[in-house]
């Protein structure tokens, strides 16, 4: 059975074969309205259960399009429905969906809860974002880098602010498709030391520089995130804008990167915070390709995950 965990859980081959299946199933719809089923059906007769504990518009929308754009039907939980882990265990919840259904998404607050599932799930799990990771975005990423500028191993990639679950799961991926990764934001931020010597391991070169402006040159690639979730209290919220204040992507830091750099961002954004709008909106930015490429990358690692 195939899950779909993390990047760094994936083979490299089968990472390319995902981007590679996205962007044929992409080419295939051009000019299809969003409603038309695919040529194929690869997902006919197949449910799909979609669980949201954390509230989700992209991936929420995206997954179900892509189901049932592949001929398959959805059933949207969410953790009221759930309450997973509470008066019925996760694993007793995955024994009993596995039951039902023929493939699961969950996105969810802790990991635990994420492998608890895989662990006793008799039918694939994929991750639709922990506080830990986010796998299926930069999976989306990656294949909107190389529709725009080629392939991305030996590229320079710089991460600008916090180094959250969205980062994880680039450094992850920087080890498995062999691109260069630099965090450029404030000590108290930095991502796990563990989590970069592992993609060291694998022979990339990843960094961290204080000074952004340093950090953008020779960039093929700048990406940042929110710096503040939905859940932080006002004094959170405050803390992080002190603290980041200095990593805002702006034209002024886009100009240090290379002339085609691209800009990056997987929604939703605070505009004029982490980024401004003129960044956002201005030619570098392929911020809409990534939203969008977020179905199609999808439906590849849904199909790859059922051998379909």
């Not at 409603?35 to 509230?55: C, H, N, R, T, Y």
């Not at 398959?72 to 429905?81: A, Y």
């Not at 240090?256 to 691209?262: G, I």
Request: hydrophobic share 40%.
């Amino acid at each position: 059975m195939t899950h779909f965990l993390d990047i760094d859980k994936s083979k490299p081959e089968a990472l390319r074969s995902i981007i590679n299946t996205a962007l044929d199933m992409k080419q295939a719809r051009v000019g299809l309205p969003k409603g038309s089923l695919d040529a194929d059906q690869p997902l006919s007769g197949q449910m799909v259960a979609l669980i949201f504990e954390k509230p989700s518009t992209r991936t929420r929308v995206s997954f179900d399009v892509g189901v049932r754009q592949m001929g398959g039907q959805t059933m949207l939980l969410s953790g009221t429905d759930m309450q997973l882990g509470h008066g019925e265990t996760i694993a007793d919840t995955a024994r009993v969906l596995s039951r039902y259904v023929d493939l699961i998404m969950i996105r969810t607050f802790e990991e635990a809860t994420l492998l608890e599932m895989a662990d006793y799930a008799t039918v694939p799990v994929i991750n639709g974002l922990t506080n830990r990771s986010h796998p299926c975005q930069i999976m989306a990423d990656i294949m909107t880098f190389e529709e725009h500028r080629g392939p991305i191993k030996g590229r320079k990639i710089v991460w600008s602010g916090d180094g959250n679950n969205v980062f994880t799961s680039f450094a992850h991926a920087a080890g498995q498709f062999g691109f260069d990764l630099t965090f450029t934001g404030p000590e108290p931020l930095d991502p796990d030391q563990n989590l970069l010597q592992k993609a060291r391991d694998k022979g990339i070169s990843i960094t961290i520089e204080r000074d952004p402006h340093k950090a953008v040159q020779g960039a093929d690639l700048v990406v940042t995130d929110t710096w503040v979730s939905m859940h932080d209290p006002q004094s959170a919220r405050e803390r992080r804008h002190n603290q980041l204040r200095g990593y805002q992507v702006n034209t002024d830091l886009m100009s240090k990167a290379k002339p085609d750099a691209l800009f990056m961002h997987c929604l939703p954004a605070h505009r004029d915070d982490e980024a401004t709008s003129e960044v956002m909106d201005g030619a570098h930015s392929v911020i809409f390709d990534e939203a969008e490429n977020r179905l199609h990358v999808q439906k590849a690692i849904m199909r790859h995950c059922l051998g379909v």
